[in-house]
C-alpha cells in the first residue's frame, strides 16, 4: 500500500488508538506537557490556508519515495527555543520523535522506513517543495498543552520530500546517535529486570506489534471428503461430522488453536464463551553432550 489522499482516514484511526502515546512522545520531545492528542475530521489541503504560513518543525515519515508530513507551527506553542538550532541532545530527541511518530500515526499497514525532522522559515515554501499539492489530505491534530490548545497537522503524501533537505536522509541508528562523549563508569546492576506492568512498560516496536490486527476463527467441526462427493453437494444437502455437538468449538489465530469455548448468543450475534486456554506443545531438546570423535594417526613407514 502507498501514501494517497485517501490515507488520510486511516491516519485518524490510527491516531485515535495511539493518541496516548502520541502526547508522550510530544511531551518527552518537545520538553512540554501534553496531556492528551485528539484527532479531526480527515480534511483536504489548500494552498492558499493561511495556517499553513510562517516557521514550523517538520517531521517527514517516508515511506517509499514519498511521506506523510507531521507539521508542528511555530504558532502552537508545542516549540521549545532550541528547536531551530538543535543541538547534539535537541537532535537526539527529535529523531526519536520521528520514529515514534512513524509507528504511532501511520496506519499498521503502512512502515516508515526512515524520518527527517527540519524546522523550515517559510513553511508555504517548505511544503510546496515537498510537493504537497493541492487536494492532499489533511488531517488536523489537537494537543492539550498546559490548559491551551495547540493544533498539530498531518499532510499526505508529500511526493518529493527529499526537496526539504537537499540530500538523502539520515538512517534512523545515525541520527539518534548523540555526540561522542567521555567514557562513563557502567550502572550497578542489580540482576534483576523491570517489571512490565502495563503496555506502556513495553518496546516501542513491541507496542507496535500489539496493535496489528490477525484473522480470529472459531471452528465447528472438520472433515475430509472425496472431491467427487463435494461435486454433488446442492441446496439442502447436510454434511454429518463426528464431533459431538456437546464437544467445545476451537478457537483459532493464525491457524494455531488457542482457547476452546461454547457457543454462546450476543444480543442477536454469535459469540463464544471460552473454557479452556490452549498451551503451546511443548518441545523438548536434549542436553547431553555430544561424543567427542578421536582421530587415530598412523605414522608413515619408512
Known amino acids: 500500500m502507498s501514501l494517497s489522499a485517501d490515507t488520510a482516514a486511516k491516519i485518524v484511526e490510527a491516531c485515535r488508538e495511539g493518541a496516548e502515546e502520541i ?3 510530544l511531551s518527552r520531545a518537545l ?3 501534553c496531556t492528551s492528542v485528539a484527532p479531526g475530521d480527515p480534511g ?12 514550523a518543525l517538520v517531521v517527514a515519515l517516508l515511506v517509499d519515495n ?3 508530513l507531521v507539521v508542528v507551527p511555530q504558532a502552537s506553542g508545542l516549540l521549545p527555543s532550541w528547536a531551530a538550532n538543535p543541538d547534539p541532545t535537541g537532535e537526539s530527541k527529535l529523531a526519536t520523535l520521528g520514529q515514534e511518530l512513524g509507528l504511532l500515526v501511520l496506519p499498521p499497514d503502512l512502515m516508515a522506513t526512515d524520518f527527517k525532522s527540519v524546522y523550515v522559515e517559510d513553511l ?5 517543495k515537498a510537493g504537497v499539492v493541492d487536494g492532499a489530505g489533511l488531517v488536523p491534530l489537537v494537543a492539550q498543552v498546559g490548559g491551551n490548545e495547540a493544533t498539530l497537522y498531518v499532510l499526505v503524501p508529500a511526493n518529493t520530500p527529499s526537496n526539504l533537505w537537499g540530500k538523502a536522509p539520515e538512517t534512523p541508528a545515525a541520527a539518534a546517535a548523540p555526540a561522542p562523549s567521555k567514557p562513563q563508569a557502567a ?3 542489580t540482576g534483576r529486570q523491570r517489571r512490565v506492568r502495563s503496555v506502556r512498560d513495553l518496546p516501542l516496536f513491541t507496542q507496535s506489534l500489539l496493535r496489528v490486527k490477525v484473522p480470529v476463527m472459531v471452528t465447528l467441526a472438520e472433515v475430509r471428503q472425496p472431491l467427487s462427493q463435494i461435486l ?3 441446496p439442502g444437502a447436510i454434511l454429518q461430522f463426528s464431533k459431538s455437538c456437546e464437544e467445545p468449538l476451537d478457537l483459532q489465530v493464525g491457524n494455531r488453536t488457542i482457547a476452546r469455548g461454547e457457543a454462546v448468543k450476543v444480543g442477536d450475534k454469535f459469540g463464544l464463551r471460552i473454557q479452556e486456554i490452549v498451551l503451546p506443545e511443548e ?4 542436553l547431553r553432550p555430544r561424543k567427542k570423535t578421536t582421530a587415530t594417526i598412523t605414522p608413515a613407514r619408512r
Open 23 to 25: 502526547a508522550g512522545a
Open 232 to 234: 454433488q453437494l446442492a
Open 124 to 128: 508555504r515554501e517548505a511544503i510546496q
Open 187 to 189: 550502572p550497578a546492576t
Open 44 to 55: 483536504v489541503f489548500s494552498p492558499d490556508d493561511a495556517t499553513f504560513s510562517g516557521t
Open 66 to 68: 514519498a511521506a506523510a
Open 31 to 33: 520538553d512540554a506537557e
Open 283 to 286: 518441545r523438548f531438546v536434549s
